[in-house]
């Protein structure tokens, strides 16, 4: 098992930057867990933001944050980072961070392919 707990959310304005952090806990992150971040906006669904392979050579990342966020990883620390640049209102929701144990997998927007998920950061970008 793998404990999942997401820091780093806040309040900020729009074109300010928070990074959130994603801490693994129960069994070390290996290198081959694939992670994600999703988000979900009150009323709407879960959707996708950024992945990144267990190594951390392949990243993906959704249209409506790409070139203003990143995703990292430090497996040593048993972390992954989600930095958000030049934040939008629309970017305001619930954070999420997951992990993939599928060895064979190299990075997932799919969240059903997601194994661990944590409890979620808030995000709220104010106008």
């Known amino acids: 098992q793998v404990q999942l707990v997401e820091s780093g959310g806040g309040s900020v304005q729009a074109g300010g930057s928070l990074r959130l952090s994603c801490a693994a806990s129960g069994r070390t992150l290996r290198s081959y867990y694939a992670m994600g971040w999703f988000r979900q906006a009150a009323g709407k669904e879960r959707e996708f933001v950024a992945a990144?392979?267990?190594?951390?050579?392949?990243?993906y990342y959704a249209d409506s944050v790409k070139g203003r966020f990143t995703i990292s990883r430090d497996n040593a620390k048993n972390t992954v980072y989600l930095q958000m640049n030049s934040l939008k209102p629309e970017d305001t929701a619930a954070y999420y961070c997951a992990a993939d144990q599928d060895r064979l997998r190299t990075a997932t927007t799919f969240q059903e392919q997601y194994d661990y998920w944590g409890q979620g950061t808030q995000v709220t970008v104010s106008s």
């Open positions: 990144i392979s267990g190594g951390g050579s392949t990243t």
